[in-house]
T-cell receptor, first 113, second 111 residues
Framework: EPEVTQTPSHQVTQMGQEVILRCVPISNHLYFYWYRQILGQKVEFLVSFYNNEISEKSEIFDDQFSVERPDGSNFTLKIRSTKLEDSAMYFC???????????FGPGTRLTVT | GESVGLHLPTLSVQEGDNSIINCAYSNSASDYFIWYKQESGKGPQFIIDIRSNMDKRQGQRVTVLLNKTVKHLSLQIAATQPGDSAVYFCAEKTSGSRLTFGEGTQLTVNP
């Protein structure tokens, strides 16, 4: 069964550094998402992406964040200058159509020191 | 066993019992709802979904009930097994394709 994959599984970075989290969505899916989950809290929406542009973003997704689909398979989340409070699990998801089931990847644990 | 997801975040049941996990959602305009299961260190895993034009949907050992009048969603798991132990989240689609997740309920199944 096809699944969403994410790399790396764990990323440790120093405050102020840039990080890029990578995702390979399911191949025939058209909608892509990033969510995050701070330890012990609920999953929070960051951004959705369709047709090579952001379709929706949350108030968390400020100018420090950007997303890109650099080729036909990868979907990336970049945090330009990481803060301690960016430490969380970051989940990528994809869906074949808007408003349908979103399939989540295993997540990248980001630790900012 | 039964829980009110937002007020009682843990539910402990015996293997073989039926479990009911409850969720109160926030937006009366939400038109699509999903239950996800999350095991420790993993991403949310789809269990079952339901559209707002339905009030019940059944899957394998799971049933989702939707009561739009009181904005309440429940997940029933029949014959709960140790492998069902996880955190269960309800999620609602509020606008566009954004999912808004609930607080989660920790289900523990005792052998």
């Amino acid at each position: 069964e096809p699944e969403v994959t994410q790399t790396p599984s764990h990323q440790v970075t120093q405050m102020g550094q840039e990080v890029i989290l990578r995702c390979v969505p399911i191949s025939n899916h058209l909608y892509f998402y990033w969510y995050r989950q701070i330890l012990g809290q609920k999953v929070e929406f960051l951004v959705s992406f369709y047709n090579n542009e952001i379709s929706e973003k949350s108030e968390i997704f400020d100018d420090q964040f950007s997303v890109e689909r650099p080729d036909g398979s990868n979907f990336t989340l970049k945090i330009r200058s990481t803060k301690l409070e960016d430490s969380a699990m970051y989940f990528c998801a994809s869906s074949p159509r808007e408003g349908r089931q979103q399939y989540f990847g295993p997540g990248t644990r980001l630790t900012v020191t | 066993g039964e829980s009110v997801g937002l007020h009682l975040p843990t539910l402990s049941v015996q293997e073989g019992d039926n479990s009911i996990i409850n969720c109160a959602y926030s937006n009366s305009a939400s038109d699509y709802f999903i239950w996800y299961k999350q095991e420790s260190g993993k991403g949310p895993q789809f269990i079952i979904d339901i559209r707002s034009n339905m009030d019940k949907r059944q899957g394998q050992r799971v049933t989702v009930l939707l009561n739009k009048t009181v904005k309440h969603l429940s997940l029933q798991i029949a014959a709960t097994q140790p492998g069902d132990s996880a955190v269960y989240f309800c999620a609602e689609k509020t606008s566009g394709s954004r999912l808004t997740f609930g607080e989660g309920t920790q289900l523990t199944v005792n052998p």
